[in-house]
T-cell receptor, first 112, second 113 residues
Framework: LAKTTQPISMDSYEGQEVNITCSHN???????ITWYQQFPSQGPRFIIQ???TKVTNEVASLFIPADRKSSTLSLPRVSLSDTAVYYC?????????????FGDGTTLTVKP | NAGVTQTPKFQVLKTGQSMTLQCAQD?????MYWYRQDPGMGLRLIYY???????DKGEVPNGYNVSRLNKREFSLRLESAAPSQTSVYFC????????????FGPGTRLTVT
């Protein structure tokens, strides 16, 4: 199972773009990269998932370089409501059944 | 469509007492999971069930038992609660495996005194 490393915390201001990077040097060929967001007193919520290059949805973009040893979650024009903990997960849904780990995540604080 | 529901929302136990946390999903998902989250930390997997009738240990299974009652319901039992089990417990489900999109319940806040 690929080990992931994220910054413990980040600060930003409203309206800025925020990029959170996750390192996963031992990612396997079949592994996908998934990001979750968690607000206080709530369960995590799925944000985005990708395998390579770039994925974009209505909430965020995920950039994955060719070697796939890292990935960057990009949040455009953040607001105060984006203050949350963000988790990066890496794994293969077929061979790593049940063996997920959320780590400690990155605490993003958006300031006015 | 309620998604994933958990009961109770809050519980206080004395050391040595037992209790069962209930989880149900109405999305016809195959896999279900129990996590615990201690203050300021990430989620740690306790047990999971890849399909109805199967269960397996996760990262921190000691002190817990689970039952996959049917496809919808997955319960977590503490036989003899200890203060170290004070935590927030989350149940989740996925259509396929754990790296599919996980849908989480609202959590149960458990305090053991």
């Amino acid at each position: 199972l690929a080990k992931t490393t994220q910054p413990i915390s980040m600060d930003s201001y409203e309206g800025q773009e925020v990029n959170i990077t996750c390192s996963h040097n031992n990612i396997a060929t079949n592994d996908y990269i998934t990001w979750y967001q968690q607000f206080p007193s709530q369960g995590p919520r799925f944000i985005i998932q990708g395998y390579k290059t770039k994925v974009t949805n209505e909430v965020a973009s995920l950039f994955i370089p060719a070697d796939r040893k890292s990935s960057t979650l990009s949040l455009p024009r953040v607001s105060l409501s984006d203050t949350a903990v963000y988790y990066c997960l890496v794994g293969d849904t077929f061979t790593n059944a049940g063996k997920s780990t959320f780590g400690d995540g990155t605490t993003l604080t958006v300031k006015p | 469509n309620a998604g994933v529901t958990q009961t109770p929302k809050f519980q206080v136990l004395k050391t040595g007492q037992s209790m069962t946390l209930q989880c149900a999903q109405d999305m016809n998902h195959n896999s279900m999971y129990w996590y615990r989250q201690d203050p300021g930390m990430g989620l740690r997997l306790i047990y999971y069930s890849a399909s109805e009738g199967t269960t397996d240990k996760g990262e921190v299974p000691n002190g817990y038992n689970v039952s996959r009652l049917n496809k919808r319901e997955f319960s977590l039992r503490l036989e003899s609660a200890a203060p170290s089990q004070t935590s927030v417990y989350f149940c989740a489900s996925t259509l396929g495996g754990v790296f599919d999109e996980q849908y989480f319940g609202p959590g149960t806040r458990l305090t053991v005194t």
